[in-house]
């Protein structure tokens, strides 16, 4: 609960302080990627950290997210299985680029 505080927090400092605590668990991390109150740059460290990207629902979770940064979000939707890229093409709440790139994989991923 409190990191969950923590990494709403503004200062970059205290948001890679809550991401580099050795007592984060696998499925907090995924809380953090599924909250749409969470900044940009939380995410962003989020991706860049290869023991978080192991997990699927993770990847899945960045991709989902409105707040994603789109440098970030538009190389996972290779990642993902063909029906959560048509979830993801399906999303309202994504951005307009990510639901086009997300029906073109899908595309690809079906022929």
């Given at each position: 609960?409190?990191?969950?505080?923590?990494?709403r927090?503004s200062?970059k400092?205290?948001?890679r302080?809550?991401l580099?605590?050795?007592?984060?668990?696998?499925?907090?991390?995924?809380n953090i990627?599924?909250?749409?109150n969470?900044s940009?740059?939380?995410?962003?460290?989020?991706?860049?950290?290869?023991?978080?990207?192991?997990?699927?629902?993770?990847?899945?979770?960045?991709?989902?997210?409105p707040r994603?940064?789109?440098?970030?979000g538009?190389?996972?939707?290779n990642?993902?299985?063909?029906?959560?890229v048509?979830?993801?093409?399906?999303n309202?709440?994504?951005?307009?680029m990510?639901r086009?790139?997300?029906?073109?994989?899908?595309k690809?991923?079906?022929?």
């Open positions: 609960e409190e990191r969950m505080l923590l990494i927090d200062s400092v205290v948001t302080a809550v580099g605590s050795p007592k984060i668990t696998d499925s907090e991390i995924e990627s599924n909250a749409k969470v940009d740059e939380v995410l962003r460290m989020i991706s860049m950290t290869r023991k978080f990207m192991k997990s699927y629902a993770v990847i899945r979770n960045l991709c989902n997210n994603t940064p789109l440098d970030v538009m190389p996972l939707l990642r993902l299985i063909v029906t959560d048509r979830g993801v093409s399906n309202k709440n994504v951005s307009e990510m086009k790139m997300a029906a073109k994989i899908s690809q991923k079906q022929n």
